[in-house]
């Protein structure tokens, strides 16, 4: 695609539920980023794939959150028992090379857990 | 641990009233200072990649400068089009294959026609 596609761009669940959210990268990119974006609160990292490893998970916040990526393409990130502090928008950026200065975003998962 | 503050929190200007916005950074060994746009609803859009102090990038109104402690983005005669959310990112040494940028909070810019 042209860009980064990220689905579904909104997402209400109920606390205690399971939620998937999916990241299509640019073609071709083999680094794909995952950051949680808080209201008033800046990007936080959550996990850096090369391929289909992830050299970085340190800023998952806990082990209900687990992201994997697959043909080195599509990821995904699982929330498991949703609480409400996980709401924010979650958003994935994809990168030609590992170290590449240039990461392109896309929209974003709006998740709202109530 | 590596800390990237933003200021001011939020700035309006003029139309054609120029100004800068700040980047301070604390990291052990800079790879990369990033600047990106983010406009409401809208993922981050990359705009500059500065690697060594000293150095400078333009494009259209906007240029990033950058010394070993702080970046400013210099906006030149801003129009209403250049409101949005500019952040700023460091990216630091690889430690176990890590690429992960750290983002300050961002500076909301609002120009008034």
């Known amino acids: 695609g042209a860009g980064v596609s990220q689905s579904p761009s909104n997402k209400v669940t109920e606390k205690g539920k399971d939620v998937e959210l999916r990241c299509d990268p640019i073609s071709g990119h083999t680094a794909l980023y995952w950051y949680r974006q808080s209201l008033g609160q800046g990007l936080e990292f959550l996990i850096y794939?090369?391929?289909?490893?992830?050299?970085?998970k340190s800023g998952l916040p806990s082990d209900r959150f687990s992201a994997e990526r697959t043909g080195g393409s599509v990821s995904t990130l699982t929330i498991q028992r949703t609480q409400q502090e996980d709401s924010a928008v979650y958003l994935c950026a994809s990168s030609l090379v590992p170290d590449s200065t240039e990461a392109f975003f896309g929209q974003g998962t709006r998740l709202t857990v109530v | 641990e590596d800390q990237v503050t933003q200021s001011p929190e939020a700035l309006r200007l003029q139309e054609g009233e120029s100004s800068s916005l700040n980047c301070s950074y604390t990291?052990?060994?800079?790879?990369?200072l990033f600047w990106y746009r983010q406009d409401p609803g809208k993922g981050p859009e990359f705009l500059f990649t500065?690697?060594?102090a000293g150095e400078e990038k333009e494009k259209e109104r906007l240029k990033a400068t950058l010394t070993k402690k702080e970046s400013f983005l210099h906006i030149t005669a801003p129009k209403p089009e250049d409101s949005a959310t500019y952040l700023c990112?460091?990216?630091?040494?690889?430690?176990?294959?890590?690429?992960?940028?750290?983002f300050g909070k961002g500076t909301k810019l609002t120009v008034n026609p």
């Open positions: 990291v052990s060994g800079l790879r990369g």
């Open positions: 990112a460091v990216q630091g040494p690889t430690q176990g294959g890590s690429e992960k940028l750290v």
């Open positions: 794939f090369q391929g289909n490893s992830a050299p970085d």
């Open positions: 500065l690697y060594s």
